[in-house]
């Protein structure tokens, strides 16, 4: 058996700011600093055996104050990279809203069914994340690993693990430095915890996603 622990980024300014990040290297402020280190320290206690992490700043920096904590060296791969919305990369979510290629209600009732610029298509960015993480997973049967990226790629590698529809990717939120565990068995995959925030520094505000 193998777990797989999933850690979102710490928070950016664009996170506080309400902004589409995307692929858009943006690093973290003082508080995505703090995030990390309290999950670091978390993470510290638990039997994690290898760190892949996307080639984005504000993933990268916070699997490295990880990986300074636990000892443990850092893999960095862009099949781990947060989708690309491309002409939608730096607007607030309400100036998305404003556009013509962007629907709310959509987002929120239809996702696997929207088009997007840039990557295109959840489903696009699905098969380009779990080709990774499964190769991930064949390369290191029997250990721990500890996969830290972003909100959307986080949904659909939980989405893709426990074999569920697309159509829930909006029904759960991953919040800055939340810990989700699934359990990788020969035969069946099942969530052991999904955005546990109980470490993360409070009086940041929920922020919007799509």
Same mark, same amino acid.
């Given at each position: 058996?193998s ?20 692929c ?7 508080d995505? /600093?703090k995030?990390?280190?309290?999950v670091?320290?978390? !993470? ?6 290898? =760190?892949?992490?996307?080639n $984005?700043?504000r993933a ?9 904590k636990t ?6 791969n ?5 989708i ?6 730096g ?16 987002w ?6 929207v ?12 098969k ?5 993480v499964?190769? /991930?997973i ?7 690993? !500890?996969?830290v990226?972003?909100?959307?790629? =986080?949904?659909?590698i939980? $989405?893709?693990?426990?074999?569920i ?7 759960f ?19 052991r ?18």
């Amino acid at each position: 058996m193998s777990k797989i622990y999933l850690v979102r980024h710490g928070e950016t300014d664009w996170n506080r700011e309400d902004r589409c990040q995307g692929c858009l290297d943006i690093d973290l402020n003082s508080d995505g /600093i703090k995030q990390a280190e309290v999950v670091a320290q978390r !993470l510290s206690t638990e039997d994690i055996h290898l =760190i892949y992490c996307s080639n $984005l700043k504000r993933a990268y920096r916070t699997a490295e104050i990880i990986g300074q904590k636990t000892g443990l060296s850092i893999t960095k791969n862009e099949g781990l990279n947060e989708i690309h919305f491309g002409d939608w990369e730096g607007l607030t979510f309400g100036e998305m809203r404003n556009r013509p290629d962007y629907n709310y209600n959509d987002w929120r009732l239809s996702p696997h069914t929207v088009e997007f610029p840039g990557e295109g298509s959840l489903n696009n960015v699905q098969k380009r994340v779990m080709k990774y993480v499964d190769e /991930i997973i064949s390369q290191n049967t029997g250990k721990n690993i !500890l996969i830290v990226s972003h909100g959307g790629v =986080i949904k659909l590698i939980v $989405l893709g693990l426990l074999g569920i529809g697309l159509e829930a990717y909006t029904k759960f939120y991953i919040s800055n430095t939340s810990v989700s565990i699934i359990n990788v068995e020969k035969d069946r995959n099942y969530l052991r915890t999904l955005n546990d925030t109980c470490h993360v520094i409070t009086g940041a505000p929920k922020r919007n996603f799509f």
